[in-house]
């Protein structure tokens, strides 16, 4: 008990040395208990809205078991579908009590009377869909009636708020099957959450007409039982009565199940990500923490030395440090816990800003959560607790002579430099083994997992070593000019290296995932503008927002446009490969006319892809000719998804180096429609376009007129093709950067800690030099530039050790066809001026509290 209340008593007097400490883990720890409650409220959601639309049984056009059920079919713009027939065979059966098919897609466009797509531009879709009594269990009708028309549809309030749309506007539903124009003659709104989409309904003949091209087809299928029996034996009774080869037949817990997995799916990625970067502030925060309890236990030397001299032992002072942690990890993951459900309303409040509205009812909260968030602050915190402890308990009676405070370790210990250059130089060999990776980037994973952290716990080890050098080094560019100020400032960054090591490799280590990252996304931008330079040769890429499918009208416009030479469509199609050896693959080929060669060049190794593109013959790529053992001539069974099976001759085999195509096999446009139907072959994902000489600006012109009907269409000449690209991965590592800004606060809050500890250690340090003639002004210099020069420190080991990061990971992309390094000097210049004003950022408040020191008091402290 005695050591508990002296513990309790240090904590309390020293609560505000450890603010910043217990701030750290209150961030991380709420950074993972927000990331819990909001993936469990998003799972929530989406449960609640699965079970409310659910029948006992539901019946489906079956699909393939690699695509997921929210997926179009082959990129045909036409869903899978099911004919009356089957309703009417499942209506006879005993115990169904109604049977109910509507239809519903994905591939249409709705467009307003300005000619603005009203659909989500935040990638989630808009669902054209027919109005029935299935509806209502999820929506409610608030304005107007119900579509009972060719013209008529009614659209969710959520998108008529968005754009402004009221009863009696004017839309055009543009389909595989034509533009339909429309008028808008009710507004429903959710009963559940809405998951984003746009949603427009129309009556059944209308949904049909449009959206499948056919009447007397549905594209699911709800069974509702009378109660008399189980959905288990309602399912098996449905079973007997259709082609269940033919249809997916689940009852209402397997489709629920099926659909929560899949959502699970993305989810539980995102929870992945999101908890990755919390352990990134966790680990940055654990310098935070060992860097607190080292400069405590150094300002209470003379103190731990007076509880040795009164009877005290090593494990009780060792136990009095860790019982202070303990303190401060309960504390900090409580109020972590607290600022987490915050957190997790926050991320649900941007949800509702790009178009998925949750509602705080439906707050998860597990009685997991709380534990995993006590259990991650006080774990972090005893582990970076356990050294300052052992340190503490190895002082001696005679401490208690001497004045407390007294430096460090002068000198980073030559063992923990050796052992730290061992694995440093151990890590940096391991980066360079994904050079090695020639075939696939899996093969160079192994080093990049080896290579990544090796190296970055050697630089931790070894950063106090390097300390005196590098801080010579930026003392001499940056401090000298100064004068005793900046000699100063330089001599209190090199008095306790691991000090100054420790609080700079808590900057180093987001800094170094910054660089790294930076690299990569530089050089996957670089690779691909490098192929669009040598490769593409068409002068416009034309292709639809969201992904979606280039629908006919759209591509009947671009072929209408005279200014154009030639236009290519670039269509996929999954199918199954049999080899001569009797292997099977499931292959996605690239379905182009001849014209493709014009527009766009392949490296061709043996054969001729003219030829390949020719009734009768396929290309396919050098690693499966390699794996496969096909060469030019040899005959392959290609079974085409949705149509007939043909016995194709390999007629080229080309390089598989290309970012952009992101296809290997080819098989010419005639070649498909041989053994596709027209109504089964996928439409055009992109189109590209080559004006007659001389008519750039005006195909271009005349290619944006000829589109402007179809607002989701884009076109774009070769310049703004990069651009895009570049935009994308711009907007991926924005997003990784804001992710890792929570480690830099961290790493941020950790400079300010040891300044602020720092000026409490010298206190009478500082009390003296003001007596002797240092002014506020100089004393607070001093500190902004002591701040400066560590984080410069951390900077330059972070930017380095990211670089070589970075530079790793692009031989893994290398093997997967991104050849070219680039390294973005400005994005790393600047990241290394921001450190220095990061420094001065974090130097404002020591710098000021120190200047407000009274000399005398100063001068008097023990």
């Not at 596709?676 to 376009?689: E, G, Q």
Request: hydrophobic share 50%; with cysteine.
């Amino acid at each position: 008990m005695t050591v508990l209340r002296t513990s309790l008593r240090s904590f309390l007097a020293h609560k505000w040395r450890m603010l910043l400490s217990g701030m750290a883990v209150v961030l991380s720890v709420a950074f993972v208990c927000g990331t819990l409650v909001f993936t469990a409220t998003m799972n929530t959601t989406f449960d609640q809205l699965f079970a409310e639309t659910a029948s006992d049984v539901m019946i489906a056009a079956r699909e393939d078991d690699d695509r997921s059920a929210f997926e179009e079919g082959p990129s045909t713009g036409v869903p899978a579908t099911v004919p009356v027939s089957v309703l009417d065979r499942v209506a006879a059966v005993e115990g169904v009590a109604r049977v109910t098919g509507t239809v519903a897609s994905t591939s249409a466009v709705a467009v307003d009377g300005e000619n603005e797509n009203i659909g989500p531009t935040t990638g989630a879709p808009t669902v054209v869909a027919n109005w029935s009594d299935i509806e209502l269990r999820s929506m409610e009708i608030a304005e107007g009636e119900p579509p009972s028309g060719p013209d008529q549809v009614m659209i969710d309030g959520d998108t008529a708020d968005k754009k402004n749309l009221a009863l009696g506007d004017r839309l055009r539903l543009v389909t595989p099957f034509g533009d339909h124009p429309v008028t808008i003659t009710g507004i429903a709104d959710f009963k559940v959450t809405n998951p984003g989409a746009a949603l427009v309904y129309t009556d059944l003949p209308t949904a049909q007409r449009i959206l499948l091209g056919a009447e007397d087809q549905f594209t699911q299928v709800y069974v509702d039982a009378t109660g008399t029996v189980t959905d288990e034996a309602l399912k098996a009774a449905v079973t007997d009565v259709i082609d269940a080869g033919a249809y997916k037949i689940q009852t209402a817990d397997e489709y629920i199940e099926e659909n929560r997995d899949e959502i699970g799916e993305v989810l539980s990625i995102l929870e992945y990500v999101l908890l990755g970067f919390a352990g990134v502030a966790l680990l940055v925060g654990i310098f935070l923490i060992v860097n607190t309890f080292s400069m405590l236990v150094a300002q209470r030397t003379r103190e731990i030395g007076l509880m040795r001299a009164i009877g005290a032992g090593r494990r009780q002072v060792n136990r009095s440090v860790l019982i202070e942690a303990l303190l401060l990890g309960l504390v900090a993951s409580a109020a972590g816990f607290g600022v987490g459900i915050g957190l997790a309303v926050g991320l649900m409040e941007l949800m509702g800003l790009l178009g998925m509205n949750l509602s705080t009812e439906e707050l998860t909260i597990g009685w997991s959560v709380p534990v995993v968030g006590v259990v991650l602050g006080v774990a972090v915190t005893l582990v970076a607790a356990y050294i300052p402890s052992r340190r503490a308990g190895r002082i001696s009676p005679m401490a208690a002579l001497r004045d407390a405070g007294m430096p460090g370790d002068v000198r980073a210990g030559r063992v923990r430099a050796a052992v730290g250059a061992l694995c440093t130089v151990a890590g940096l060999a391991a980066l360079a083994g994904t050079a090695t990776a020639e075939d696939s980037a899996a093969d160079g994973v192994p080093f990049l997992v080896l290579g990544v952290p090796l190296s970055l716990v050697g630089l931790i080890v070894v950063g106090p070593a390097l300390v005196g050098l590098v801080v010579r080094v930026l003392s001499a560019v940056l401090l000298r000019i100064f004068g005793p100020v900046g000699r100063l400032a330089e001599r209190n960054a090199l008095r306790n290296p691991r000090r100054t090591g420790a609080t700079a490799a808590a900057l180093m280590i987001g800094l170094a995932l910054v660089a790294g990252l930076s690299v990569v996304g530089s050089s996957m931008v670089a690779s691909a503008s490098e192929e669009i330079d040598d490769s593409l040769g068409a002068d416009f890429v034309v292709s639809s927002l969201n992904f979606q499918p280039i629908l006919p009208d759209a591509a009947e416009a671009v072929h209408a446009v005279a200014e154009l030479d030639h236009v290519t469509e670039f269509r996929q199609i999954r199918s199954e490969m049999t080899f001569p050896g009797g292997g099977h693959d499931a292959i996605t080929l690239g379905v182009t006319p001849p014209s493709y060669l014009d527009d766009f060049t392949s490296t061709v190794l043996a054969g001729d892809m003219a030829d390949a593109l020719r009734p009768g013959g396929i290309s396919v790529d050098a690693d499966t000719a390699d794996r496969r053992g096909l060469e030019i001539g040899d005959e392959v069974t290609v079974a085409f998804r949705d149509g007939g099976t043909a016995a194709l001759t390999v007629r080229a085999i080309t390089a598989a180096d290309s970012v952009l195509e992101g296809n290997s096999w080819y098989v010419g446009l005639d070649t498909a429609r041989a053994h596709v139907p027209d109504r089964a072959l996928p439409l055009p994902t992109m189109m590209f376009a080559t004006a007659a000489e001389g008519r750039q600006d005006e195909a271009r012109a005349a290619l944006e007129a000829a589109l402007e009907p179809h607002p989701t269409m884009e076109v774009r000449d070769q310049a703004e093709f990069k651009e895009l690209i570049q935009a994308q991965i711009g907007q991926l590592l924005n997003m990784i950067y804001g992710l890792l800004a929570l480690a830099i606060i961290v790493a941020i809050l950790g400079v300010v800690n040891t300044l602020a500890l720092s000026v409490v250690e010298r206190t009478r340090e500082i009390g003296l030099m003001r007596a002797i003639g240092l002014s506020r002004r100089q004393l607070r210099r001093m500190i902004r530039l002591e701040s400066v020069v560590i984080a410069l420190f951390g900077a330059l080991l972070g930017l380095g050790l990211g670089m070589a990061w970075g530079a790793a990971g692009q031989q893994l992309l290398a093997a997967e066809n991104f050849t070219v390094l680039e390294i973005p000097w400005a994005t790393i210049t600047g990241v290394f001026a921001g450190s220095a004003l990061v420094g001065l950022l974090a130097a404002l408040l020591p710098a000021f509290r120190a200047g407000r020191m009274n000399v005398l008091d100063a001068i008097a402290t023990d």
